[in-house]
């Protein structure tokens, strides 16, 4: 069983920047892959980035190339996503997810095994 808990979510200006927190229970963390999702009022659930076990893998979404970051710190059980230049289309819902598979690429929500509570990203114009 892993428990995640997200945090640093807020209001912030359009370019403005964030960093979300996910802190994992668990002493297998390094043994999942990471990815954030996030929805958006009246949409599905998306994918935005994923990090491999080791951290050297990542991938994110073409909306947010050069924009975001994601990256974990295995020793203390966190993964993160900067968030730079935010924009209004960026406000959503954020979760952060984990799988016991060393994966980093886009994959559907159902193949992630435990989720976040979520952390509310707004981003006024």
């Known amino acids: 069983q892993v428990q995640l808990v997200e945090s640093g979510g807020g209001l912030v200006q359009a370019g403005g920047s964030l960093r979300l927190s996910c802190a994992a229970s668990g002493r297998t963390f390094s043994r999942y892959g990471m990815g954030w999702f996030r929805q958006a009022p009246g949409k599905e659930r998306e994918f935005v980035a994923g990090?491999?076990?080791?951290?050297?893998?990542?991938y994110i979404i073409d909306s947010a190339k050069g924009r975001f970051t994601i990256s974990r710190d295995n020793g203390k059980n966190t993964v993160y996503l900067q968030m730079n230049s935010l924009k209004p289309e960026d406000t959503a819902v954020y979760y952060c997810a984990c799988r016991r598979e060393n994966t980093w690429s886009p994959r559907p929500p159902n193949d992630y095994e435990y989720w976040g509570q979520g952390t509310q990203v707004t981003v006024s114009s």
């Open positions: 990090i491999s076990w080791s951290g050297a893998n990542t």
